[in-house]
């Protein structure tokens, strides 16, 4: 190894003038695209072109933004980490990838597609009450902000390590840098900008992983010393819902939590939504999805050449380079390139381009459903072009909120673990709201929104309660300190007494401790794995919205217009003997809706939800008589787009 390293030297290099011009840079382009958008599109303001983008948008620039939407610096700085501190098995989250883009692209996309809506959120209104499409988007809103002060805090602290720039310094300028262009350009500046930052984020990693390789003389050979020292391991198959990364865990686990992101999500619908054509907003989600499976795989990499980096010395405070393992990554770098000018800035930019990315996508989709969801409703004769400056405003509110919320997020240790954890709590009754609505025709309002409270309550219940009682299951693998230089520390002596070149329990940030003995009769629910908290609350408001339906008087599927309701057996198995799918639509008549000729039309001319009386047969005013035709109780071809008003959703109260 070279004498200049930090586990030699005891000291941490430092960025150069080149890397800080080529960090600015990254920044000044991100910046200067969203000025680009709101000088050319000065003239269009419009909630169509502000929030979708004029619906013209081509398919690589909202699939790139798709990928690095949520492919923050939370997995960047993460998933080296995990692999660093545990094993390989988080790896098996590509294949949770195939899963969910593949039920996305067919199930979610067409669905929502079809509605024609702004917010994913008035769909529930639509299906069930506005009620529960007000809890459904504070919690969403709630979720949001969590979520953008992890990506917000994620790569200041890369920058704190590497550069001693001041930490909270760095987090506010970068917020008001994304807030800026986000409040600008729209959804026009959002999708190029995060197709800039995906070729930035590219880049960097792929520096990392080949400078890591020439250093540890090829990438077999740290492959060959991570299994040496038990951290190449693919093999856990066990079906305990408490075992922390399993096949299961992560395979299921993961495939639910990503199909509720790139399915139901805002943020990610509103980017499918602003391509031309359905075709082309699947095709998002297709193309989409080597690039994830490639992104996470050279990160789980860069984990497997920096564990061999450092394997015979592990940094963890060693002569107070670093503290955290969430410092890992960035420490890395600047060991293995920091004598390359410039390098290093390619990948701290790197790092701030994944939360970037993440936070316009985010702040995007809040501009889009606070205005839609409660100040539309309260004032309904609003201009659009009301409704657009209304959107740049809570773009600007919601910046300032994410600064002021990261101040709570170094707070809570693992960033890639308390990320999915506090994200899970909320995005499971989430998921769960949008699966009764979508999938079980005979649940109602009062059904949904007991049911997303009780969801809520339990899950939180589970992670508070694990958070408290600091209950892990998770197995750290061994550390080795003999290869560290205690010479340059005045430590010396007091360490090597203690660790000697013993193995050591890795400290920091992602450090797990096992529960202390308690009395607790509950703590066998709080080791749930993290992975499966969005299933979990899924399933708990299905079974509950379920029961509560039954007692209140379900609705009759005959009564609720088909395009509230999707045929999931149609879309998964197309093939499938008509004799057998008709069972299994539950008395929903889809026929003229699903029809492959009919998709073509509905691109342009989405049909109009009418209203049913109490005999299920649904109604036309005088003015929709020649534009909707009523035939056997299917709905042909309609002519006017869906909205709230064309529709008669569930009063919220119980009808037996």
């Not at 090829?218 to 038990?230: E, L, P, T, V």
Request: hydrophobic share 50%; aromatic share 12%.
């Amino acid at each position: 190894m070279s004498e200049d390293y930090s586990i030699n030297t005891g000291q941490k290099k430092t960025f150069t003038i080149p890397d800080y011009v080529l960090f600015s840079l990254t920044l000044a382009i991100s910046a200067g695209i969203g000025l680009f958008y709101a000088i050319k599109d000065r003239n269009k303001v419009n909630s169509k072109e502000y929030l979708l983008g004029g619906k013209d948008m081509y398919v690589l620039p909202v699939a790139m933004s798709l990928l690095v939407t949520f492919l923050s610096a939370l997995t960047l700085l993460g998933t080296p980490a995990e692999m660093y501190n545990f094993t390989t098995m988080f790896w098996w989250l590509c294949l949770a990838f195939v899963f969910a883009m593949v039920i996305a692209s067919v199930v979610f996309i067409p669905f929502f597609y079809n509605l024609n809506v702004t917010s994913v959120f008035q769909y529930l209104q639509l299906r069930f009450s506005m009620p529960v499409r007000v809890l459904a988007s504070l919690l969403y809103i709630l979720q949001t902000s969590a979520y953008m002060s992890f990506v917000l805090y994620a790569p200041s602290l890369a920058l704190n390590a590497v550069t001693g720039l001041d930490l909270w310094g760095s987090l506010v300028a970068v917020g008001i840098i994304v807030t800026l262009y986000t409040a600008l350009g729209g959804m026009k500046a959002v999708l190029w900008t995060d197709t800039f930052q995906a070729f930035v984020i590219l880049a960097g990693l792929l520096a990392v992983l080949i400078q890591g390789s020439i250093v540890m003389g090829g990438f077999q050979n740290a492959w060959d010393i991570a299994a040496n020292r038990s951290r190449i391991y693919f093999h856990d198959f066990s079906f305990d819902p408490t075992t922390r990364h399993s096949f299961w865990s992560v395979v299921v686990g993961g495939s639910f939590f990503w199909m509720s992101l790139y399915g139901v999500n805002q943020a990610q619908v509103q980017r499918a939504l602003s391509c031309p054509s359905m075709f082309k907003a699947r095709l998002t989600l297709l193309v989409n999805l080597p690039g994830l499976i490639f992104i996470v795989s050279l990160c789980c990499m860069i984990g497997i050449v920096m564990y061999a980096f450092y394997a015979d010395c592990h940094p963890i405070k060693f002569n107070n380079l670093i503290s955290r393992t969430d410092q890992l990554l960035p420490l890395y770098v600047m060991d293995i390139l920091g004598h390359i000018p410039g390098i290093p800035g390619v990948f701290v930019s790197c790092i701030f381009s994944g939360s970037l990315s993440t936070i316009s996508s985010s702040l995007n989709a809040l501009g889009a459903i606070i205005p839609c969801d409660f100040i539309k409703p309260c004032f309904p004769y609003l201009s659009d072009r009301s409704m657009t400056i209304l959107s740049k405003v809570t773009v600007v509110i919601f910046g300032g909120v994410a600064i002021g919320l990261a101040a709570l997020v170094s707070q809570l240790g693992s960033v890639l673990q308390a990320s999915y954890t506090v994200y899970s709590i909320i995005n499971g009754p989430l998921f769960g709201l949008f699966i009764l609505g979508m999938f079980f025709p005979w649940a109602n309002a009062w059904g949904a929104f007991v049911g997303a409270l009780t969801s809520l309550t339990f899950m939180c219940w589970i992670g508070f309660g694990a958070f408290a009682n600091k209950v892990s299951t998770a197995i750290l693998s061994p550390v080795f300190t003999h290869g560290c230089n205690w010479s340059v520390t005045t430590t010396a002596m007091t360490i090597t007494t203690t660790l000697g070149t013993t193995t050591t329990p890795s400290t920091g940030s992602t450090e797990m401790t096992t529960v202390a003995a308690s009395s607790d009769p509950f703590i066998p629910m709080y080791k749930l794995s993290y992975l499966y908290y969005t299933p979990t609350a899924m399933a708990v408001l299905v079974i509950v919205g379920m029961v509560v339906s039954l007692i209140t008087g379900p609705r009759r599927p005959g009564s609720i217009d088909p395009r509230l309701l999707c045929p999931l057996f149609d879309r998964l198995f197309p093939c499938m003997p008509e004799k057998i799918l008709r069972p299994l639509r539950c008395g929903v008549n889809h026929k003229g809706k699903y029809r492959k000729e009919v998709y073509k039309e509905a691109d342009k001319l989405p049909e109009k939800i009418q209203p049913v009386n109490e005999y299920d047969v649904e109604t036309k005013s005088p003015t929709d008589v020649e534009a909707v035709e009523v035939n056997g109780g299917a709905i042909n071809q309609g002519f006017v787009p869906i909205s709230e008003k064309t529709s008669d959703p569930e009063v919220f109260v119980t009808h037996l």
